[in-house]
């Protein structure tokens, strides 16, 4: 059976109590996205790349309470089609640097595509131990009819959860989407969680 759930909520202001996660995974839609998100406070509609980053950082201000101190955030992100290859990624990772999170390491997400996306792998005080290999992982992009962003494979999801988190540990994707993190999550043995805005897109990743 599996040992998931998925909430109602924004990312800004999490549902879930201090240190109690062991490892964050998400891929919040990338800048720009069109005017209708299905929720004015989602990720993506900013006028600008800095508030645009700004946004983030104030979900990891939420991450960083809720992560367990030995814990770690995976942060997928990439130049949206819109963007003009503006450096998104090295944008936003810098203001999370700024607001005192560790960079630990990346790997390119090669989705067969122009535009690669990139795993960012980020701790709130140590360096932790993981065991994810590879610098870039050739990964063909997933499509779920209905749903207006990009999707996370779940064979990332897949590799990202094995080689950072143990059985039983609680997994969190706080911008859930499709919820496809959290159902990957417990078909490995671990407790996951998705906490998103638009209720209907995680019906929407139930369907199909």
């Known amino acids: 059976m599996l040992n998931y759930s998925t909430i109602q909520g924004?990312?800004?202001a999490l549902p879930i109590r201090d240190r109690s996660v062991d490892l964050i995974l998400c891929a919040p839609p990338y800048?720009?996205?069109?005017?209708?998100?299905g929720d004015p406070r989602a990720i993506g509609g900013e006028e600008t790349i800095a508030e645009y980053a700004m946004h983030i950082c104030r979900m990891f201000v939420e991450c960083r309470r809720v992560l367990r101190p030995e814990g770690l955030v995976v942060?997928?992100?990439?130049?949206?089609?819109?963007?003009?290859?503006?450096?998104?990624?090295?944008?936003?990772?810098f203001a999370l640097e700024?607001?005192?999170?560790?960079?630990?390491?990346?790997?390119?997400?090669?989705d067969r595509s122009d535009w690669p996306s990139y795993l960012l792998f980020l701790s709130p005080a140590q360096r932790p131990s993981f065991l994810v290999g590879g610098s870039v992982w050739s990964v063909a992009p997933e499509i779920c009819v209905?749903?207006?962003?990009?999707?996370?494979p779940e064979?990332?999801?897949?590799?990202?959860?094995?080689?950072?988190?143990?059985p039983g540990q609680v997994v969190l994707d706080p911008?859930?989407?499709?919820?496809?993190?959290?159902?990957v999550a417990s078909s490995l043995g671990r407790v996951g969680i998705s906490v998103e805005l638009v209720l209907r897109y995680s019906r929407i990743g139930r369907d199909n």
């Open 175 to 183: 911008v859930g989407g499709l919820g496809s993190v959290a159902r």
């Open 31 to 37: 800048w720009p996205q069109p005017e209708d998100r």
């Open 98 to 110: 700024q607001a005192g999170w560790y960079f630990v390491r990346e790997i390119i997400w090669d």
């Open 146 to 152: 209905g749903y207006p962003f990009g999707v996370l």
């Open 75 to 93: 942060l997928c992100l990439g130049d949206g089609r819109r963007s003009y290859r503006r450096g998104v990624p090295w944008i936003v990772l």
């Open 10 to 12: 924004d990312a800004c």
């Open 155 to 166: 064979r990332i999801c897949r590799l990202v959860i094995e080689g950072c988190s143990r």
